[in-house]
């Protein structure tokens, strides 16, 4: 049944055994899709942590008369 000659490439072996049965489609989307969708989600995780957001927040009571850069240094402790 199985002759050493007639199976010398990959894809002649793939047609004895068969190439796609339950076991490929399982293989397939339920363990390599869910694991390429997170994988994104890791490797992007950097840009996520890395980013420092300009973002002050907000203190009531600023007078008229004083610039945004001179408030920021009286009120926000370094």
């Keep these: 049944m199985f002759d050493k000659e ?12 068969g190439s796609e049965h339950k076991y490929q489609r399982v293989l397939l989307y339920f363990i390599l ?18 980013d ?7 203190v009531p009571g600023r007078p008229d008369d004083t610039d945004l850069a001179t408030w ?6 370094k």
């Design 6 to 17: 007639a199976s010398k490439d990959f894809d002649d072996v793939l047609k004895l055994v």
């Design 33 to 50: 899709c869910p694991i390429t969708a997170i994988s994104a989600f890791v490797m992007m995780n950097n840009i996520f942590l890395l």
């Design 52 to 58: 420092i957001p300009d973002h002050w927040c907000h």
């Design 72 to 77: 920021k240094s009286k009120t926000i402790p």
